[in-house]
């Protein structure tokens, strides 16, 4: 019988080095509120350390899954495509990826879900990540996954305001919205009687600092062009 060994660390110990021995590790981040002040020596450590080709051991696994839940359509995959490409280069065919990527949408094969943001005010969770299945309704995910159609049917979508695929939804002392990719900034405040300036100082009090810095690049390339797709701004109205 073989046994697999490895360190399970936190701030009580030394931070990891190369001379770690085994395959495994293990790391806290935090206890509680508490954030663990070895975490980010230890998970850079860890993320530099995994790099080689890891597919025979992901194929493996995805096989496996597949084999347990009964059909591939239930298995997903996801990854950002740096690490997809390095970590991941031989997938197996007709694999699904859920593609992570802030600030842009980048292409890639087998993406059928983009993950836009890590920071989303969505209740009850408040900021957490959200994904979206471009150009799929609901009963195309169903039927790609295997599942059948939910009872009862969910009511139609409302319909969206020109210019967004998402929105209004209250955040802090405005309204979140996201871009659909057809409309300028400038044209979205001059349908809503508002000022560019003002929907940018709104934005600057409610949105997360990663959607912030997207909506600024974008302000510096031009109002007048169209928004990027799932770009998020804020109104002082709904």
Request: hydrophobic fraction near 35%; charged fraction near 10%.
């Amino acid at each position: 019988m073989v046994d697999t060994l490895w360190s399970d660390v936190s701030e009580f110990q030394a931070g990891v080095t190369d001379a770690y021995p085994y395959h495994f590790f293990s790391l806290r981040s935090h206890d509680g509120a508490h954030n663990d002040a070895q975490f980010m020596h230890n998970v850079t450590w860890s993320n530099q350390a995994v790099q080689s080709n890891q597919s025979g051991q992901l194929n493996r696994e995805y096989h496996a899954l597949a084999a347990y839940l009964g059909s591939p359509k239930r298995v997903i995959a996801y990854g950002n495509v740096s690490d997809l490409n390095a970590l991941w280069p031989q997938k197996p065919p007709g694999i699904r990826l859920i593609v992570a990527s802030y600030g842009s949408n980048p292409s890639y094969p087998g993406k059928f879900a983009h993950q836009f943001s890590d920071s989303q005010n969505v209740p009850p969770f408040g900021p957490s990540d959200i994904n979206s299945a471009d150009g799929m309704g609901q009963a195309q995910l169903q039927e790609m996954f295997g599942f059948t159609a939910p009872h009862p049917t969910p009511p139609p979508a409302p319909v969206n305001t020109p210019g967004t695929e998402y929105g209004p939804v209250k955040l802090g002392h405005g309204y979140v919205w996201h871009s659909d990719g057809s409309m300028p900034l400038r044209a979205f405040a001059a349908r809503r009687n508002a000022t560019v300036l003002g929907i940018l100082r709104i934005s600057a009090e409610c949105l997360a600092p990663t959607d912030l810095t997207a909506l600024n690049n974008y302000v510096i390339s031009g109002v007048g062009l169209p928004m990027p797709h799932h770009l998020a701004f804020c109104t002082v109205n709904p």
